[in-house]
């Protein structure tokens, strides 16, 4: 990712009380960031992404994903379980949460 | 990579061959049930239905060449103890063989084979350690005051060297091994990890969140060690 990129994000995430319309825009920008933190470790930072896309979708599928998987890196699985768990009452279709849910559970 | 061959596909076989083929292993997956041998076909090297007492048809598909031979036949002991017997005779260097009785172990134990397991009580005795000790991971006991055990690295390691933690000095155990989790993201910008294994770390090695260290010690210091996660 270029610095150029991360400013225009980090740009992104300092509007507050966006408009619908820029609701997505800065949920993306939100996640990009997360990722950003996540794949450079900084899981504190990372985590707090994605609880802010979290504060403007509660249901956001991806926020949820990767706030279990930071669990699952800090060797944390039964709260990356009841994340999952939130990910498929919420989302009963998500492949990704069912095969990770079965797959911590030793199916 | 060695090449292996399991013979008797329930669910203990179906899982040492699924693992065998996973690690990149070439596996030769044999089972008298066409249906067991057919779940297995799309991911084994070879597999093949027949009667694992078949001597004729074992040597035919080339048996007598695999590096260790899985036996995992547990109920039927005549199958299990005969086809043992089969692949000492056709010159298989390696047996391992499952058993269900002290006497089954005792006759496979006579016929040479290497090593004797049975799943149950290994099951058994691997649910006790984890319940005894929840947070640690898995639990090889080498003798009664010695084990190797996976071990999450607890908060207070983090960031620290082996050699400023002091495991040794402090617990009286060697780190063997530190098992960590590399995040990564795909093309399609998906977050995953990927595994690496750091053999026998340095002691200025550090340790990352999310660590898991492979510890040698004695059994009574692993408790001490597991109250600090």
Redesign the interface.
Known sequence: MSDEKREEMKEGEKGTSPGSEEKGKEIENLLEMG?FY????K?DEARERFEKVLEIDPDNEEAL??IA?IH????EPEKAKEVYQTVLKKHPESA?AREKLNRLSGL | MRQFAVIGLGRFGYSVAETLIRKGAEVLAIDRDEEKVQKISDIATFAVAMDATDEKGLKSIGIQNVDVAVVSIGEDIESSVLAVMILKELGVKEIVAKAITDLHARILVNLGVSKVIFPEREMGRRLANSLVMPTVHDFIQLSEEYSIAEIPAPKEFQGKSLKEIGIRARYNMNVLAIRRKVPTIEDEGETSYREETIISPSADDKIEAGDVLVVLGENRKFQKLSKLI
């Open positions: 990722k996540y794949v450079n470790r899981f994903l990767n998987l699952e890196l800090h060797n990704a």
